[in-house]
Nanobody
Framework: QVQLVESGGGLVQAGGSLRLSCAAS????????MGWFRQAPGKERAFVAT????????YYADSVKGRFTISRDNAKNTVYLQMNSLKPEDTAVYYC???????????????WGQGTQVTVSS
């Protein structure tokens, strides 16, 4: 079993930056695809970004492309989401997920974290 714990969320003004971390435990995620998803109030959970097992393939929602960067450090069993130029519409609970398939696209998350709140004020 893989446990995922997100951290790094908080309150930030529009135009600011945050870096989210997802720490995995229980087993190595070095051969897993990893992803970030978010859920805004009253909306379905939505795709943000995924990264394949090697880190060589990354995929982004159009709404965040050019502003967000997903990365991984397999030695630390950790995945990151660097969020720049934040907008109020980025406000959501952000969730980390793991897909043992490893490809990153399509992504089928078998393991999910508890989420971390990101709030962007205008």
């Amino acid at each position: 079993q893989v446990q995922l714990v997100e951290s790094g969320g908080g309150l930030v003004q529009a135009g600011g930056s945050l870096r989210l971390s997802c720490a995995a435990s229980g087993r190595t995620i070095s051969n897993y695809a990893m992803g970030w998803f978010r859920q805004a109030p009253g909306k379905e959970r939505a795709f943000v970004a995924t990264i394949n097992w090697s880190g060589g393939g990354t995929y982004y929602a159009d709404s965040v492309k050019g502003r967000f960067t997903i990365s991984r450090d397999n030695a630390k069993n950790t995945v990151y989401l660097q969020m720049n130029s934040l907008k109020p519409e980025d406000t959501a609970v952000y969730y980390c997920a793991a897909d043992p398939t490893g490809w990153g696209k399509p992504f089928d998350g078998d393991y999910w974290g508890q989420g971390t709140q990101v709030t962007v004020s205008s």
